[in-house]
């Protein structure tokens, strides 16, 4: 879905409180940040995550991402075990401002919240709004 601009792949579920993305393939959740959300961020010069093996929960920073105006520390409705962290995003922290759905930062597996993450046709206006608000 197109939303002033900004691509939403319908096949994946959104937490639109972080801008972020999750693709569920059995219990492993591949965590990405939207299209809106990297326009908003700015040219992403830093991406820092927890450790492969590492125990998560709502409580935990999964990961941070650093632009020149501004530093996001994510943490998610999710809980499990980091498998698998990004490394060619670690180290060119751009790519999720050229292709943020392919640029994916941490896999987890375990289980995450049905009530927080949504399809977009349930939060596109959410969104709708957000990138009214910020796009000039």
């Not at 096949?11 to 993305?21: A, C, F, N, R």
Request: charged share 30%; net charge neutral; glycine share 6%.
């Amino acid at each position: 879905m197109n939303i002033n601009g900004f691509e939403f792949p319908e096949d994946l579920y959104y937490y639109p409180d972080e801008h972020v993305w999750i693709k569920v393939e059995g219990d492993v959740i591949t965590i990405g940040i939207t299209s809106l959300g990297q326009y908003m961020a700015g040219k992403i010069f830093q991406v820092t995550t927890k450790e492969k093996g590492d125990k998560v929960n709502y409580k935990t920073v999964l990961f941070t991402i650093e632009s020149p105006k501004w530093v996001g520390k994510f943490r998610l409705p999710v809980e499990g075990e980091i498998i698998e962290v990004n490394e060619a995003v670690l180290k060119n922290p751009t790519l999720i401002n050229e292709k943020p759905y392919e640029a994916w930062i941490i896999k987890v597996k375990g289980s995450w919240s049905s009530e927080k993450f949504k399809k977009i046709n349930e939060v596109s206006k959410i969104f709708e709004e957000e990138s009214k608000r910020v796009v000039r």
